[in-house]
């Protein structure tokens, strides 16, 4: 499918199943190269980073443990800069090494509102893993420690990305049109 619709709006085909693919096998490669024996706590962003998170542990060759943590920062294609945690990871993160394990990092309110909440209890160390970093559009001096793709400010779907909540099905990543 090179053209999708999602309510009102139109995307095209951006970044193909099998080119996400080899950058997330990159990624996991690299990280298990840095972690192995740490044990870290992915921590899996919902709802958009879930299949992403799926695919990366599965490449990695490392032990860890998934936690999630469900923010909400968005409605339709803006980013509101509210940030609201909808669920806490479980675990005790204290003394713990965490890898936030986001699918986009667009403006940053997110990570920069929710990173300060996570520090509060004690890990030994946070780093991001993004699958995609819009790095025109960073408002915050946030340090995304390992990315796929960086792509230009324009709104994306699927491969676990939405618009209000359709498209997370998608297997390729699809841009909003222009017109
Ligand atoms: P930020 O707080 O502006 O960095 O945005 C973070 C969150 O907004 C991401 O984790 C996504 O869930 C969502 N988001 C940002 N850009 C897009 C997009 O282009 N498509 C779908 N969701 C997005
Ligand atoms: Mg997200």
């Known amino acids: 499918m090179d053209n999708v619709q999602l309510g009102d709006l139109h995307f095209e085909l ?12 990159e990624l996991a490669r690299e990280i298990t190269n840095d972690y192995k024996d740490r044990n870290p ?10 299949i992403f ?9 490392m032990d860890c443990e998934i936690q999630f943590v469900k923010l909400k920062s968005y409605s339709g294609t803006e980013s509101t ?27 940053g309110n997110t990570l920069a509102a929710y990173i300060p909440k996570l ?6 160390s946070i780093k991001i893993v993004s699958l995609l970093f819009k790095k025109e559009a960073l408002v915050h001096p946030l340090d995304v420690h390992y ?16 618009y209000n909540q359709k498209g997370r099905s998608l297997e390729h990543i699809y841009q909003l049109k222009s017109n």
């Open 41 to 50: 706590i992915i921590l899996c962003v919902l709802n958009g980073s879930f």
């Open 119 to 124: 520090q509060y209890r004690s890990p030994k």
């Open 14 to 25: 951006y970044i193909k199943e099998q080119d996400i693919r080899t950058k997330v096998k």
């Open 53 to 61: 998170t799926a695919d990366l542990v599965r490449f990695m060759e």
């Open 81 to 107: 800069g509210i940030v609201e945690e909808l669920l806490e990871p479980m675990s005790d993160i204290n003394g713990r090494e965490v890898i936030i394990v986001e699918d986009i990092v667009d403006t």
């Open 147 to 162: 990315y796929g793709f960086e792509i230009p400010n324009k709104f994306v779907v699927g491969y676990g990305l939405d």
